[in-house]
């Protein structure tokens, strides 16, 4: 079992940053690929971003790639999203999700996090 808590998100202005934080609990955590989806309002969940469990594998969505950046801290327990160059299209609630393998389909992912709002001001 693996518990999920999102925190970081906020109001920023376009171009600015925010860093997201997922912390975990539960002996799994480590050995478990973790990714970062969002819904923004009015539109379906999507991947955003998913790590390996030792971190040697990423992958991103087209739309974030080159402005996002995955990391993991499994001494820490703690998966982390950098998020650069913000656009107002990047509102919405984050998640983090954890699976055995770094998925790109949320239906995979067995262990989801409450969220965390992030909110982008043009």
């Known amino acids: 079992q693996v518990q999920l808590v999102e925190s970081g998100g906020g109001l920023v202005q376009a171009g600015g940053s925010l860093r997201l934080s997922c912390a975990a609990s539960?002996?799994?955590?480590?050995?478990?690929?973790t990714g970062w989806f969002r819904q923004a309002p009015g539109k379906e969940r999507e991947f955003v971003a998913t790590i390996s469990w030792n971190g040697d594998s990423t992958y991103y969505a087209s739309s974030v790639k080159g402005r996002f950046t995955i990391s993991r801290d499994n001494a820490k327990n703690t998966v982390y999203l950098q998020m650069n160059s913000l656009k107002p299209e990047d509102t919405a609630v984050y998640f983090c999700a954890s699976a055995p393998k770094p998925y790109g389909m949320e239906e995979l992912y067995e262990y989801w996090g409450q969220g965390t709002q992030v909110t982008v001001s043009s």
């Open positions: 539960g002996r799994t955590f480590s050995s478990y690929a």
